[in-house]
């Protein structure tokens, strides 16, 4: 019985994607940061009074400044940028930071936050969200808008994919993580803390000491949890009056050039930065 | 997705949109409110020349002057094309948003058509932006027009330009490390200011200007006193 000298295309072509997958593996490996002791526990208010400037790293691709430090109680994490898109990505989507105390990729808990320059601030100029939505507001509208954003930038949100929970917190502490924003000269900056050792309150916390080897994910763009729920959901309420012409079925999903049709939802590209880094030690190990 | 073209000046900016009737005829549950802006604004000028798209996002230039990278031109340009498809979508994220009655939303798309008539205009929302003197905000300084091309190539100047912001305080950026020049953080004063322009729907001959055959239309600055000074960003409409 004669054997092909060459494997069936199908083998070929599987070959050929695990050979792809793994290359992407490799280039997507986690990048080590070093984290700082701190003697003092960091303020969270998105400032960078208590950062010095040896306490951050700068990822020119894809364009951002990261700060670790840690004392026995909490990981003080800085990111910072100056890009609007993401900023505004962030104040509608949220940036989800993914803790991981194997020191892998696990996306089993994380801390999202929301906050942001206000909508208003974005339309100054200087922002890059306009369209003259806001300036066609009441008042009162604008008003509202405000308060929902500032809202917005009060909560947190922790994740637990095991145990398929979202909890909303306050983002001043009292829940055991914190956030904040703020952006001092301009560059959009975002301060998180976190518990090491898991809380009682929402047992939320890395669970891991000084010392110990862990991972971070940072993730954010791509389309909002709220703004999947508005497309799946339908429109506003109380109806649509002057839809665009057409939607008549025969015309093309598309939207927009490029993409796929019919495919649902496109969105802004999602970021995702992954670094590993060893909690420090007041003895500097 | 971004790409760099040749221009007079400085390098131009292209964002690719499916045809116009294709635009015209979309519904709204592809893409959300921020996609959509995202894919309909251009970013040019000042900053744009050798920088990836993700630092294109920061709007902010790294040239000190009208010397520095050899751009010559003084200013940042993010302009977004607000076609029906993305005036809809802006309209159903903000009534959601802000929880909207049917009334509330009725008088909120009259406020918006009241003010930019956008069944007569076609509107560009610029964000302008400079870290040279502020004179260069001055819309004065500059004679801004639409290039549309289908079987020819016929030009438009806008019938209208809202400022809906003044040039007011600079603010000052801090440029991070590997976004400003040199390897530490340098600080730049950011002069700004953002502008409507409603250009005209119909010429005077009253044929649409954006008709179906339309493959792209070019927003173009061009510096009244020195023309050589040109940017422009472009919106191509394919299939």
């Known amino acids: 019985m004669a054997h092909s000298r060459f494997l069936p295309s199908g083998t070929t072509l599987l070959l050929l994607c695990t050979l792809t997958g793994l290359l992407l593996l490799i280039g997507c490996k986690a990048q080590e940061v070093e984290t700082k002791w701190s003697a003092e526990p960091v303020k969270v208010d998105g400032e960078m009074s208590e950062w010095s400037s040896g306490s951050t790293v700068y990822f020119e691709d894809p364009g951002l400044q990261l700060g670790l430090c840690n004392d026995g109680q909490n990981l003080y994490v800085l990111f910072r940028f100056n890009n609007q898109a993401w900023a505004r990505a962030i104040r509608m989507g949220g940036v989800t930071l993914w803790l991981d105390n194997s020191g892998k990729k696990k996306k089993d808990f994380g801390i999202r936050y929301a906050g942001g320059p206000s909508l208003s601030d974005m339309q100054r100029p200087g922002g890059s969200e306009g369209g003259g939505f806001r300036e066609s507001m009441t008042p009162e509208q604008q008003q509202r808008l405000d308060q929902m954003e500032s809202s917005r930038a009060d909560q947190i949100t922790l994740i637990d994919k095991k145990a398929n929970t979202e909890t909303s917190v306050p983002a001043n502490g009292s829940g055991g993580p914190a956030a904040s924003f703020a952006s001092p000269q301009g560059v959009y900056t975002y301060e998180i803390s976190v518990p090491l050792a898991k809380g009682e309150a929402f047992g939320f916390g890395i669970g891991a000491q000084p010392g110990q080897t862990i991972s971070l994910g940072f993730e954010w763009g791509g389309t909002s949890k709220e703004d999947r729920e508005k497309m799946m959901g339908g429109g506003p309420p109380g109806g649509m009056g002057g839809r665009p012409p057409g939607g008549t079925g025969g015309g093309p999903p598309g939207g927009t050039g490029g993409g796929p049709r019919g495919s ?22 | 997705m971004l790409f760099l073209a040749g221009c007079a000046t400085v390098p131009s900016s292209q964002k690719n949109l499916a045809p116009l009737y294709q635009n015209e005829n979309s519904t709204l549950d592809q893409e959300s409110f921020a996609a959509l802006w995202e894919r309909r604004t251009v970013l040019f000028g000042q900053a744009t020349a050798g920088r990836g798209p993700g630092l294109l996002g ?19 340009v993010a302009a977004t094309l607000i076609d029906s498809l993305l005036l809809e979508s802006g309209f159903q994220h903000y009534s959601v948003m802000l929880h909207m009655s049917p009334q ?23 964000d302008l932006r400079t870290t040279w003197a502020e004179l260069h905000l001055n819309l004065d300084r500059w004679t801004v027009f639409i290039e549309v091309r289908d079987d020819e190539l016929r030009q438009y100047e806008p019938v209208e330009m809202l400022e809906e912001s003044q040039a007011a305080r600079p603010a000052v950026m801090d440029m991070l490390p590997g976004i400003g020049p040199g390897p530490g953080p340098a600080r730049r004063q950011v002069h700004q200011k953002t502008v409507m322009f409603c250009f005209p729907r119909q010429d005077l001959l009253k044929n649409p200007v954006l008709s179906p055959k339309v493959k792209s239309l070019r927003l173009v600055f061009q510096e009244t006193n020195d023309q050589r000074t040109k940017a422009e960003g472009i919106w191509v409409f394919r299939e």
């Open chain 1, 264 to 285: 649902g939802m496109k969105s802004l590209a999602k970021q995702e930065l992954w670094v590993k880094t060893r909690l420090a030690s007041p003895d500097g190990g």
């Open chain 2, 104 to 126: 509330e939303e009725e008088e909120f798309r009259q406020a918006y058509r009241r003010r930019y008539d956008p069944a007569n205009h076609i509107l560009i929302w610029c």
């Open chain 2, 58 to 76: 920061t709007g902010f230039s790294a040239l000190g002057g009208p010397k520095a990278g050899g751009a010559g031109f003084p200013m940042n």
